[in-house]
T-cell receptor, first 115, second 116 residues
Framework: AQSVTQLDSHVSVSEGTPVLLRCNYS??????LFWYVQHPNKGLQLLLK??????LVKGINGFEAEFKKSETSFHLTKPSAHMSDAAEYFC?????????????FGTGTRLLVSP | GAGVSQSPSNKVTEKGKDVELRCDPI?????LYWYRQSLGQGLEFLIY????????KSGLPSDRFSAERTGGSVSTLTIQRTQQEDSAVYLC??????????????FGDGTRLSIL
């Protein structure tokens, strides 16, 4: 079965410094992977997706993620954090044995940004 | 354009009561999904609709939970005889296509359900 592990429950950065949110995946197939962001009392917004095209994926708001098969990783990065980036981030994989986009979520990483 | 709309945004009810949660997907989206987000369990898949039929309802936690979709549009998630462990945020999402289509899921803001 497909699964994702988010290695940090909380990450704290200062505004203007780089962001790294870590995600490792487990999949018997070539996975489809996503990062979603959730701001307080809001739904989930898609940041970016990997579907076996380019391994470096650029998303919205300056975020990007690199698919590394050798490391089974799909870490999310941003060169310079902004206060508005403070939110919860979910790494997500599609469960492939179902015939539809059944999303399997990581446990989430809360990003805290200080001035 | 309008996104996925869920109502109510908040619902507080007494244990044992029935509740109905509504989801209005993006117009033209044939696929609709319900998820539950709770402190103990994280984000869990509940049910998937393609049109009006539900090919996968494997995530529904018990027979107190049911869902329907009419006219290929609005969906209702019903919880009967609510229990305190049903307290959670219920999220709805829709996508243009079902299957493994390369269309992302768009989420509503959720219904926060609290069982007293």
């Amino acid at each position: 079965a497909q699964s994702v592990t988010q290695l940090d429950s909380h990450v704290s950065v200062s505004e203007g410094t780089p962001v790294l949110l870590r995600c490792n995946y487990s999949s018997s197939y070539s996975p489809s992977l996503f990062w979603y962001v959730q701001h307080p009392n809001k739904g989930l917004q898609l940041l970016l997706k990997y579907t076996s095209a380019a391994t470096l994926v650029k998303g919205i708001n300056g975020f990007e993620a690199e698919f590394k098969k050798s490391e089974t990783s799909f870490h999310l990065t941003k060169p310079s954090a902004h206060m508005s980036d403070a939110a919860e981030y979910f790494c997500v994989v599609i469960h492939m044995n179902t015939g539809f986009q059944k999303l399997v979520f990581g446990t989430g990483t809360r990003l805290l940004v200080s001035p | 354009g309008a996104g996925v709309s869920q109502s109510p945004s908040n619902k507080v009810t007494e244990k044992g009561k029935d509740v109905e949660l509504r989801c209005d997907p993006i117009s033209g989206h044939t696929a609709l999904y319900w998820y539950r987000q709770s402190l103990g369990q994280g984000l869990e898949f509940l049910i998937y609709f393609q049109g009006n039929s539900a090919p996968d309802k494997s995530g529904l936690p018990s027979d107190r939970f049911s869902a329907e979709r009419t006219g290929g549009s609005v969906s209702t998630l019903t919880i009967q005889r609510t229990q305190q462990e049903d307290s959670a945020v219920y999220l709805c999402a829709s996508s243009l296509q079902g299957g493994f289509g390369n269309q992302p899921q768009h989420f509503g803001d959720g219904t926060r359900l609290s069982i007293l």
